[in-house]
């Protein structure tokens, strides 16, 4: 038996697993005592990135979301790949997608985007001192590039025009984090 917190695991069956999704049913001991399953879906860790200029233009992708069946205005995302960091992946990342490299990156955390019974730990980085290239997406991505001001982008996410979890939190971290780089100098 394994404790996790005030849950008791007597056993995991694994349901489903790929390179990037893996589902498992764990039989457990509630906190109430009762016996009960628990679905836990982990995903491939990945990577978000606010790419920011110095005029605080920032560069967000508009893509096509099959699950949600609509476009989603995000910041640049994306899995970490085996042996790769998270620094490496936010780098591959957003020069694939949106063409840009960058010189000075800033690690701004971490976000968990749902608790419950989803496991996608999501790196936050933005990038400054940008470089602009062609784009090199995956094949099956079809990506926009949008560029806008920061503080519209954060008025987007206030009227949840932007709704893509990792997205809302980058946005507004960068925002504050920025804001206080300010009152610094």
């Known amino acids: 038996m394994l404790r996790r917190g005030p849950w008791v695991v007597e056993g995991t069956t694994l349901r489903y697993k790929n390179e990037r999704v893996e589902i498992s049913e764990d039989q457990v001991l509630r906190p109430d005592g009762e016996e009960g399953t ?29 699950v949600i069946e609509q476009e989603s205005l995000e910041v640049v995302s994306g899995g970490i790949d085996e042996n790769e960091t998270a620094l490496d992946a936010a780098r591959r990342e957003l020069r694939e997608e949106l063409g840009i490299v960058a010189e000075r990156w800033s690690d701004l955390g971490m976000v968990h985007p749902l608790t419950s019974q989803l496991h996608a730990p999501a790196r936050l980085f933005v990038a400054r001192h940008l470089s602009f290239f062609e784009p090199e997406p995956d094949v099956c991505e079809v990506i926009e590039l949008v560029k806008m ?20 939190v980058l946005i507004l971290k960068a925002n504050q984090w920025l804001s206080s780089q300010v009152e610094q100098k």
């Not at 995903?43 to 967000?60: C, F, K, T």
Request: some cysteine.
């Open 38 to 66: 628990f679905t836990v879906v982990r995903l491939q860790p990945g990577v978000s990135v606010l790419a920011i200029d110095e005029e605080d233009n920032v560069y967000l992708t508009k893509e096509y979301r099959y």
């Open 149 to 168: 001001k920061l503080h519209t982008a954060v008025d987007l996410v206030m009227e949840s025009r932007i709704n893509h979890a990792p997205s809302c």
